[in-house]
């Protein structure tokens, strides 16, 4: 694909999210060149998948330079931190969006083994292969609403070091058989090293901050997100909301003044047989039993759910700070926390980031991402989505629409090519880069040009064989 001039949909987001900002404050508008850089980067990003500046130039066959785009990316004084923000604030304008439902999760993104330069990358635990690997990870904080899901904000996650070490030397010790009054104390949290709960607090208060207008009818999370300090946290900051997410199967409940795990509690009672809704799909039979009883750990009452699908021999345990929702209702709003998941998935295919985003420092990992999720919250005012999401039907997917959009951007420059006052001689122009820029490289899988070596017996050693 030739990387020109941005679609019509890229610019008009583009001159919304420069109004936006100017809204907000005059002096955050964007000139006419980062406007112009910007829709070339969303371009870029769409045409090659990924956020390299070396794919961008091959891609407008030398029309933008590296070292420009690069110095655009690194000095341009661009308002990155509202201008995802603003973004997220055209979306739920466009769309029409009053409330729905937050829901925070974490991913992991794999980098080299050793790397200096990469911003909080770490050692993490590889969950396909069982053993680890040296990459980033992401909180991600995203808002379901009845016609589209979408990012609002994002922060990068790095363990304390000195807990780490305390944890393995924690291990080392227990394994030799020493008391735990005997074994040093966990060192006191750091704040420079926030947990995974303590940064998705940030973003949701964040997005109350910005976004004050949307009433937020629940926070939904998964098993890590599950403490006493979070689930109560995220309630006070919208007036008590639901916030749902899950219990351990060993952890404690207490039912009439009997301390108990809560996998032994529901255990004593027969689950029954109920119809859900899995994110508005065609109902499914599920196991569910409940009640509302003291979570030790969180020092009060909870909504704990029981809940088993179809196929499913383990129970997996659901809790919620208000009591006065329907089991059913709590489920059904569970199940949209694994929408984050298909963002995941999606935005790591798609949309550049994941697939070859190599800045370095901070301010190339944060600045990369937002470029990403820019790009996403652009796809979302496609005039195909913005039409299918008007009249109640599903919306596309993001892999479709790229493929939609390359082909119009090739569709463009034809017509552009064809419309040109010489159209022969910019075409042998466009051959001659083309050629240059997409240069063949020898490869090292065939020896054409190499020599196999000698391959055929030696007269003189044949006594040899013989022998």
Known sequence: MVLSTPLPFVEDFINELDKGLKIYKPELGLSRIQRSWLGLCLMGIILT????????????????????????????????????????????????????????????H????????????????????GGYINGQTIVLLMLVTPKVSLPVGFEFYQPDPAQQAWKKEDKRLQKQGLAKKKRPPAPEPNPSYPS???????????????????????????????????????????????????LRHNQNIR??????????????????AQLVSIRGQAPITVTMGSARVEVCAHGQKRFVIALKYPGEQDYRYLVATDLSW?????????????????????????????????QTGEEGSSRGLT????????????????????NKLPACTVGSL??????????????????????????????R???????????????????????????????????
């Open 110 to 129: 794999r980098r080299t083994k050793k790397t200096k330069r990469i911003y909080k990358a770490h050692k993490i635990k590889d969950k396909s292969s």
């Open 402 to 431: 790229q493929r939609r959009i390359q082909i119009e951007a090739l569709l463009i420059f034809v017509q552009q090519l064809v419309q040109a006052p010489n159209p022969t001689e910019q075409l042998t122009q466009l051959s």
């Open 326 to 358: 329907r089991s059913l209702d709590i489920v059904q709003a569970y199940t949209l926390r694994w929408l984050v998941e298909v963002f995941f998935e999606d935005w790591k295919s798609y949309e550049g980031w994941a697939q070859l985003a190599k």
């Open 255 to 272: 039912y009439r003044n009997r301390k108990q795990y809560v996998s032994y509690y529901f255990s004593t009672y027969q689950g029954v």
């Open 371 to 390: 470029l990403s999720l820019l790009l996403d919250l652009c796809l979302l005012l496609h005039p195909e989505q913005l039409a299918r999401v008007d």
């Open 433 to 467: 880069s083309a050629q240059e820029f997409f240069g063949l490289r020898p490869s090292g899988k065939h020896m054409s040009g190499r020599d196999l070596g000698r391959l055929e017996p030696t007269p003189n050693l044949k006594h040899r064989a013989a022998a």
């Open 49 to 108: 998948n990924s956020l390299c500046w070396a794919r961008f130039e091959r891609a407008s066959l030398g029309k933008y330079k590296v070292g420009a785009l690069s110095w655009m990316f690194r000095k341009a004084k661009l308002p990155w931190t509202m201008m995802l923000q603003v973004g997220v604030e055209i979306v739920l304008r466009q769309h029409g969006i009053s409330e729905g439902v937050l829901t925070s999760d974490d991913s992991d």
């Open 196 to 246: 995974k709960p303590q940064l998705a607090l940030q973003l949701i208060e964040q997005f109350r901050e910005h976004h004050g207008q949307i009433k937020v009818k629940a926070v939904v999370a998964d098993a890590l997100y599950g403490q006493a300090k979070f689930m109560d946290a995220a309630a006070a900051l919208f007036g008590g909301i639901q916030v749902i997410s899950q």
